[in-house]
């Protein structure tokens, strides 16, 4: 399923959030099984499915990542399959993160170090995903992808 | 008469209809607003209990009136029954006066008149109950209905929900998620738009969840809750208090006694609900031949008992918000659903985790029933303004590898949502896939809840492998799970059996469905009984108007009068249908004497205005 097409959206990572909002409600409106109760049941499953798709379509477009990954698979369909393996250096650096969130005490100045530290990574990748999609660079992007899961994790375990 | 006031706005009648742990009622869109309906003693709230004593069926005020009484017979918070099965029924099963029974699967069912009894039946009964006050009030027979549920049942309890419906002889439209509802109700009227949390305590299931008011739509951002915490186990604590002080004085309390134990629940209810507006209470506690007891307890005493269970529903309350990706300073409006949230102690906790008051305009007893209104209205046609978007609670998934919960659908996403995943066979001319369906949040199976087995068939024989079977998990907007397999090198549908591991199958429903000619014996009786009722309504309102026009001896007036007086106190008292036909009879009599007369001509004119039924 391409989202974008979806959504009748040109292909970007960076869509206006509340523009697509609005096409979202829009879209909701015009498919949703509520509004086309009195249809035949063949009419019904097709609302449904097509309700379905545009459900899970917004829940890719409103996620930067999802959408970036979304652009990729369009654009360069097998590389995020290909660019799945990554570097030794960065795997080695990523599990010396992940202690040091696992270990780190909630709440201390150590933690709120450490998340400036975290956040810093995830937006160098974020950049680095974007010019790789803007070179048209879809390996790199791809890489990047994968990389940032790993920090992504470690703001998310760091949140808890 | 409350009639006229409840005639509905469109042709087609569809019922909002809460059902609820502790209470259930209906409501119906009006013209502009949704309303409650109520039975003769305007009377909205139905109590959720069934009473079996005396070989009959009495259902609500009745049947609670009879609970002590009759514990062993009287069933109630049968909700928490509901679509369970098996040792996750032990904890529920051991706190109640009645008997449950575990029948085939390990499924609840209860001994009463010699016959066996689902939880989805007595469930049923009190639909019936709501459904028969609503046609009273209404004037008219109702076939249709939308049902509210706990944001956090799972697909089985649904499933069992809208079976009730069914054995209650209504057609359940949508399932809705109760939060959701009561935020419809609070909206209903525009510029409410913004971010609301619902916060829903009921008798036996908690709710959280958050939502996004914009333009009409009302989409859930995050739901959590606990179908097991509410005020039942907040009581339950308060009578385990009581019963512990009454031994210390050397009382015999034993909560073994089923009138003990429901002496001492109906006590600890009513604690509670008199501690919610003091500071003490005291109670005189009569068990009969246990003898006579008084014991007081203070608001500071209840909230020590009670926090730890509002401490568990605050964080619910933390994690929808983060599911959200919210915080408490982005919401704009704090919403109290449920009789349980009148306890001071919930509003003080709530407030301080919010930083801001809950509303007061929204009636936590109503607020469900009249949002489940509105979505009845939305799908009756009538409203096209309104939208929800809804999500499913928790997670599903399938077993593989290992035991492993692979999840398919994700907690919290959006209904309609459907995923399709790809199947095939590991041994040559396999022709049949086993799948079976999970629902949760954990990593193994193990820890989750089964929803049912699937049996993939009919795939064309073909070495292993090589059969590529895309089977598409769709959850409607009911949250309800559908299944569907189609071979993709041969296009062939494969056939998907289903063996549900909670309720009834649907064979089940079909022959129960069957049964119920034995309803159609009191279906037939509530319709004459409905019958009745609006003719006297009818006569007595005709009577009043014919009686201002004409001009009549003032001896005849004063009879007629007196006769119509009759009436209206009978249908007010509510007495048997004789004795109400009986009344309408005499009234008659006298305004026909007076053949031609402007009076008959004003009855009739008003009984050709009864509302089509």
Known sequence: MDPFAVFGMAPAVDLDRRALEARYLELSRACHPDHHAAAGADAQLELLTRAATVNEAYRILRDRWQRAEALVALNAPDALAERKVLSPAFLAAALELAEEVADVAGGSADAAKLRTRVDHLIATEWDAVCAGVAAGDWANAATRLHQSRYHRKALHDLQR | MSAPANEPASERVVLGIDLGTTNSLAAVMGRKAPLVLRDADGEALVPSVVCFADDQIRVGREAKALALQHPEQTVYSIKRLIGRAGSELDADVASLPYQVERGERGLPRMQFHGKEWSPEAISALILQKVKAVAEASLGRSVRQAVVTVPAYFDDAQRQATKDAAALAGLECLRIVNEPTAASLAFGIDGNKDGTVLVYDLGGGTFDVSVLRIQDGVFRVLSTHGDTRLGGDDIDALIAARIATALAAKGADAQTKDPFVRQALRRAAENLKIELSTRAQATLHLDLGAHGNHTFAMTQGELDDLARPLIERS?????????????????????????????????????????????????????????????????????????????????????????????????RNSTVPASKTEEFSTQVDSQTGVDINIYQGERELVADCRKLGAFKLSGIPPMPAGLPRVAVTFLVDADGLLTVRAIEQRTGQEATIRVVPSFGLSRDEVRRMMQDSITNAFTDMAAREHLETHNKAIAMVRGTQRALELADLPSDQTYSIRKASKRLEKALAEAVPIEDLKAAIEDLSQLTAQIADDVISSAVHKALAQEPPK
């Open chain 2, 314 to 410: 605050m964080a619910s309350v933390r994690a929808a918000l983060r599911d959200a990706e919210l915080s408490p300073k982005d919401i704009d409006h704090v919403l109290l659903v449920g009789g349980s949230t009148r306890m001071p102690l919930v509003r003080k906790s709530l407030q301080d985790r919010m930083g801001q008051a809950p509303r007061a305009d929204v009636d936590p007893d109503l607020a469900v029933a009249l949002g489940a209104a509105i979505q009845a209205d939305i799908l009756a046609g009538g409203n096209r303004s309104l939208l929800l978007l809804d999500v499913i609670p928790l997670s599903l998934g399938i077993e593989t590898m290992g035991g492993a919960m692979s999840k398919l659908i994700l």
